[in-house]
């Protein structure tokens, strides 16, 4: 089995900062690509960052220059940082990692649970 835990989040003025992480453990050979999404009520959900196992970035351009996706791959660990925190990026953030599990010759998708963003104005 495979699990993604996050932490981090909470509570935030805007123009603030805040940052979220994700470890995945359990059966794991391999992991492609971790990333971060994001739900707001009453809406979809919406890709935030992604970044490869060879340190390729991606981001939309809502939060392009604004959020930092990192990870550390020893930990199986990605991070986010985000800066100049406004009040629309309010959202559950989730975890994502496309993974090799032990023993499996396929590429699985995996989620987080999700933790809370609020951005206050």
């Known amino acids: 089995q495979v699990q993604l835990v996050e932490s981090g989040g909470g509570l935030v003025q805007a123009g603030g900062s805040l940052s979220v992480s994700c470890a995945a453990s359990?059966?794991?050979?391999?992991?492609?690509?971790m990333g971060w999404y994001r739900q707001a009520p009453g809406k979809q959900r919406e890709f935030i960052a992604t970044i490869t196992r060879g340190g390729i970035t991606t981001y939309p351009d809502s939060v392009k220059g604004r959020f930092t996706i990192s990870t550390d791959n020893a930990k199986n660990t990605v991070y986010l940082q985000m800066n100049s925190l406004r009040p629309e990026d309010t959202a559950v953030y989730y975890c994502?990692?496309?993974?090799?599990?032990?023993?499996?010759?396929?590429?699985?998708?995996?989620w987080g649970q999700g933790t809370q963003v609020t951005v206050s104005s």
């Open positions: 994502y990692a496309q993974i090799i599990p032990l023993g499996a010759p396929f590429i699985t998708g995996y």
């Open positions: 359990g059966s794991i050979n391999s992991i492609n690509i």
